[in-house]
């Protein structure tokens, strides 16, 4: 364990960027180099410590969810806040790289598509305010851009951006959003059997962050989403909890509730 960050290190906030009305991209120095894909746990003081992915060295992209992320938002330059990481795994590719982001899930996906790396970028939010980060991907990407309620666009959801793509030309299919989006998504590669490029990084509840108290592993294999993760292959997910259920702080299961549905 010893070559993972144990003590937080103080970052100075230098700007703070309104991207839709609730997310913010937070810029600090110094920067944490990482590959994309990994994670760091914040500390905001007097609150909380969470997990958080890297959208650059320099930055966080942070939704409004909770006590801790609340906190943050009222965070102006110049404000302190504590950085253990890079953590986790990253994605790892070469090749021709497919990118699906849906919501905030876009964030870790921007440092792949920042360095060159992805050829296609599928986008989805719910309404065009929300997406996020589309003129910088569009910049080195193949964009192509889905919003639930039709304001930019394709009018639908992000996997329905899929029935245009030929996912056997693709080497790696690298995605991230809320977890029935990302289900969705590894049906379809199931479906099309190329479930083994794809990448998907989880969210987990977390509390060390590196691999010690076991609050993030995951059902039935136990692996652990802060130190094998937070990026898994669509093969180690098939036969897992992902997309049934998570836990919660006290370990309990919560059933996401697309799953009790199928279950009724």
Same mark, same amino acid.
């Given at each position: 364990?010893?070559?993972?960050?144990?003590?937080?290190?103080?970052?100075?906030?230098? %700007?703070? $960027?309104? &991207?839709?009305?609730?997310?913010?991209?937070?810029?600090?120095?110094?920067?944490?180099?990482?590959?994309?894909?990994?994670? !760091?746990? $914040?500390?905001?003081?007097?609150?909380? &410590? !969470?997990?958080? @992915?890297?959208?650059?060295?320099?930055?966080?992209?942070?939704?409004?969810?909770?006590?801790?992320?609340?906190?943050?938002?009222?965070?102006?330059?110049?404000?302190?806040?504590?950085?253990?990481?890079?953590?986790? *795994?990253?994605?790892?590719?070469?090749?021709?790289?497919?990118?699906?982001? #849906?919501?905030?899930?876009?964030?870790?996906?921007?440092?792949?598509?920042? &360095?060159?790396?992805?050829?296609?970028?599928?986008? #989805?939010?719910?309404?065009? +305010?929300?997406?996020?980060?589309?003129?910088?991907?569009?910049?080195?990407? *193949?964009?192509?851009?889905?919003?639930?309620?039709?304001?930019?666009?394709?009018?639908? =959801?992000?996997? +329905?951006?899929?029935? /245009?793509?030929?996912? &056997?030309?693709?080497?790696?299919?690298?995605?991230?959003?809320?977890?029935?989006?990302?289900?969705?998504?590894? /049906?379809?590669?199931? %479906?099309? #059997?190329?479930?083994?490029?794809?990448?998907?990084?989880?969210?987990?509840?977390?509390?060390?962050?590196?691999? =010690?108290?076991?609050?993030?592993?995951? +059902?039935?294999?136990?692996?652990?989403?802060?130190?094998?993760?937070?990026?898994?292959?669509? @093969?180690?997910?098939?036969?897992? /909890?992902?997309?049934?259920? %998570?836990?919660? %702080?006290?370990?309990s299961k919560v059933v996401f509730p697309w799953a009790k549905k199928a279950e009724e």
């Amino acid at each position: 364990m010893s070559d993972l960050p144990m003590l937080p290190v103080r970052v100075t906030v230098k %700007a703070v $960027v309104e &991207e839709t009305p609730s997310v913010r991209t937070f810029y600090f120095e110094p920067g944490i180099p990482s590959s994309p894909g990994q994670f !760091v746990m $914040v500390w905001v003081p007097g609150v909380d &410590e !969470v997990p958080m @992915a890297l959208s650059s060295a320099t930055s966080i992209t942070v939704q409004q969810v909770g006590d801790a992320t609340t906190a943050m938002f009222c965070l102006k330059p110049g404000d302190a806040l504590g950085i253990r990481g890079p953590l986790g *795994n990253g994605f790892t590719v070469s090749g021709k790289t497919l990118a699906i982001g #849906g919501g905030v899930g876009a964030a870790p996906l921007l440092h792949l598509a920042v &360095e060159g790396k992805v050829s296609t970028f599928l986008l #989805g939010a719910r309404t065009a +305010d929300e997406l996020l980060f589309a003129p910088v991907i569009n910049a080195s990407s *193949n964009l192509k851009i889905a919003t639930d309620d039709g304001t930019a666009g394709h009018h639908g =959801v992000v996997t +329905d951006l899929m029935d /245009e793509i030929d996912l &056997e030309a693709y080497d790696h299919i690298c995605v991230c959003g809320p977890e029935i989006m990302m289900l969705k998504v590894l /049906e379809r590669l199931h %479906a099309a #059997g190329v479930a083994d490029r794809g990448q998907f990084s989880l969210h987990r509840y977390m509390k060390c962050g590196i691999g =010690v108290c076991g609050s993030c592993a995951t +059902d039935p294999h136990g692996l652990r989403v802060c130190r094998d993760g937070p990026v898994f292959t669509g @093969a180690d997910l098939l036969e897992s /909890e992902f997309g049934r259920y %998570a836990r919660d %702080a006290t370990g309990s299961k919560v059933v996401f509730p697309w799953a009790k549905k199928a279950e009724e």
